[in-house]
């Protein structure tokens, strides 16, 4: 992104808001905005349209999640990243299936703290990686994947590059590069390095 990242910091404690700030800003961050509760954070997003509305999972009302539809309909184009304390299944792929784009531990370090706010912030994805790989091991064991992505992720738990793996099912890149991307989505994993590690640790059987 060019410029100056927006940011709103949905938080109940000004202690935690305050710190955020200090450590955002001299990473290029502008706050434009903090909010104690929902309707703070609703009125706030609706006038200032931030590239990233930073959410505690928990707010003085409780559950922040329930509130997510709304905040980005406020603010289209807006990017959630949810922070939290809660590692959760539920409650991470609740935050991810309401519309936020990243979840983030708050005891994470402050460089992953800047990594996911710039990735949310530029239309990405980010889950912090050991929940990302958490959640797609407990799916992993719960779908059966097609033949197709079976043999992709065989290959990548072999260390092969996508042209290695299009060569060796004689089908073209773009195809492995699709497989890949179809793979990360149905797992609830964010990077290509995710992905390979979780064709390691879960290298299929019967391919």
Do not use: W
Not at 77 to 91: K, P
Request: charged content about 25%; proline content about 5%; some cysteine.
């Amino acid at each position: 992104m060019g410029g100056p990242v927006r940011v709103v910091l949905a938080e109940d404690h000004p202690t935690v808001r305050a710190g955020t700030r200090a450590f955002l800003e001299p990473e290029g961050f502008v706050v434009v905005g903090e909010a104690a509760c929902e309707r703070e954070a609703l009125e706030i997003v609706s006038r200032q349209r931030p590239d990233v509305l930073m959410l505690d999972v928990r707010l003085e009302s409780g559950l922040a999640l329930k509130a997510i539809p709304q905040l980005l309909a406020a603010a289209p184009g807006m990017g959630i990243l949810v922070q939290s304390c809660y590692e959760d299944r539920a409650i991470i792929c609740g935050a991810l299936a309401a519309g936020a784009a990243g979840y983030l531990l708050k005891n994470s370090p402050v460089s992953e703290l800047v990594v996911a706010a710039r990735t949310v912030a530029s239309g990405g994805r980010y889950v912090q990686p050991s929940l990302g790989a958490g959640l797609a091991r407990d799916q992993g064991r719960e779908t059966d994947l097609p033949l197709r992505e079976r043999q992709v992720l065989g290959l990548l738990a072999e260390g092969h590059t996508n042209r290695e793996v299009a060569a060796r099912l004689t089908v073209s890149v773009r195809t492995v590069e699709s497989v890949r991307a179809a793979l990360r989505a149905r797992l609830g994993l964010v990077t290509r390095a995710d992905l390979v590690a979780y064709a390691r640790q879960n290298r299929p059987s019967d391919v």
